[in-house]
């Protein structure tokens, strides 16, 4: 299953959740809630967006801690296309 490269909710199967690039066509990353033509809707850190999530994600999962919910989540989030580094390719390589 596909989750919103920006908070990390499922997707489903359904276009239902899907944002909307500029030209009004889906986008495949990311949810509605995250991003809306083309941009995103809130401009936050990855920190800022876990803490935002915690609620949501402990009302979706009652048997989660907000604790479990915080580190599930900074175990996933720097996997997502949004806050991955996009230098993180050869990283380890450069340097003086
Ligand atoms: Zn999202």
């Not at 299953?1 to 009004?24: A, K, V, Y």
């Not at 979706?60 to 390719?89: C, G, I, N, T, Y």
Request: aromatic letters at 8%; proline letters at 8%.
């Amino acid at each position: 299953m596909n989750h919103c490269q920006s908070c990390g909710m499922p997707l489903g199967d359904t276009e239902e959740w899907l944002g909307r690039e500029r030209d009004g066509s889906l986008s495949p990353d990311y949810c509605k809630h995250c991003y809306d033509r083309g941009e995103f809707r809130a401009q936050m850190t990855m920190d800022q967006m876990i803490e935002f999530c915690i609620p949501h994600l402990v009302r979706a999962r009652p048997e989660m801690s907000p604790a479990e919910a915080r580190k599930l989540m900074e175990d996933m989030f720097p996997r997502l296309k949004r806050w991955r580094p996009a230098d993180q390719v050869g990283a380890n390589l450069s340097g003086p």
